[in-house]
């Protein structure tokens, strides 16, 4: 089986990861992390959310973590913005690439945004063309492309109707979200099949949560249809508010052991990231999800000083 040379890791820890601690997390913590991201040689990090502070408490201090950081040059920072007043605060932090997202799901769009599909279409539109001309990059989300918590299954020509949408707001990159992780490698090659016959696989990128103990799984299907940039959470941390049961991200820490092991580049040293586990574990008060870094913890042996 032919693997590809190298794979991008989107290291969604600090966002994606924090925003459904019952724990808040100081600002001062969350900087100190996000900056053992940046020295891990991780290229992609989502550093937090500039949604209303009311619906993600967790995240509340964007503004404050977003220009505390110490900014790596060639470390892209990315933030989740839903409409012009996140972006505007988002620009003032000058965030390096901004995250639209959107369901492909009408009630999961509802819940988590409290707008149709339709109505959602022109905010990001309007959102995507004011950060263009921002000079930042866009980069899209597509939540509840495997399943949906409220509707079950999804029909693909729903996640192709808005796929296509964004790509057409001038987005740079997709990411296709297994929101309450119920995706099945054959699904996911289905799933795939059909999108990349509209979308070059350099566009698309993986998101998948760990709720069934796929998604290592599921990124070897990706991996084998050509996908090669995959979000991951630091130590597996995550969930999303508006999708009861969904567990968190792919452990970092985990898809690094695996390409690793598999002679895949990442550039990411882990054990740099071993590191920054064990620092937001002990600020976050409980055992993180990622075996790897257990195993670590635990003093097993395997390759977990590699940067590849």
């Not at 500039?50 to 220009?67: G, M």
């Not at 972006?87 to 988590?112: C, G, P, W, Y």
């Not at 921002?134 to 109707?161: L, Q």
Request: aromatic share 6%; proline share 4%; net charge negative.
């Amino acid at each position: 089986m032919k693997w590809p040379a190298g794979v991008t890791i989107k290291e969604v820890g600090p966002r994606d990861g924090l925003q459904n601690e019952k724990t808040f997390i100081s600002t001062e913590d969350k900087i100190t992390w996000i900056n053992q991201l940046s020295e891990s040689g991780l290229k992609h990090i989502e550093i937090t959310s500039f949604v209303n502070p009311k619906w993600i408490p967790a995240l509340s201090d964007a503004v404050a973590v977003a220009t505390g950081i110490n900014k790596v040059p060639g470390v892209t920072y990315t933030a989740l913005v839903p409409n012009l007043q996140g972006l505007e605060r988002a620009l003032q932090a000058n965030i390096d690439e901004v995250a639209l997202f959107m369901s492909a799901s009408e009630t999961h769009n509802l819940k988590n945004i409290n707008k149709s599909i339709e109505q959602t279409f022109p905010v990001l539109r309007d959102l995507a063309r004011e950060s263009i001309s921002a000079g930042k990059f866009s980069r899209g989300y597509v939540s509840t492309v495997f399943g949906c918590p409220y509707e079950g299954h999804v029909d693909i020509e729903a996640v192709i109707r808005v796929s296509e949408a964004l790509f057409e707001m001038g987005i740079a990159e997709l990411s296709l979200g297994d929101t309450i992780g119920v995706a099945n490698p054959k699904q996911v090659q289905e799933v795939l099949e059909v999108l990349l016959k509209r979308f070059p696989a350099d566009k698309l990128a993986m998101h998948f949560h760990d709720t069934r103990g796929t998604a290592l799984a599921n990124i070897l299907v990706s991996l084998e249809m050509g996908i090669t940039t995959f979000d991951s959470s630091l130590g597996g941390l995550g969930g999303c508010p508006y999708a009861p049961g969904a567990a968190g991200n792919v452990a970092t820490d985990d898809l690094l052991y695996m390409l690793h092991g598999m002679g895949i580049h990442t550039g990411v040293d882990q054990q740099k990231l071993l590191h920054a586990s064990q620092f937001i574990q002990d600020k976050i008060g409980r055992t993180l999800p990622s075996k790897s870094f257990q195993a670590a913890s635990a003093g097993l042996s395997g390759k977990l000083g590699n940067t590849i």
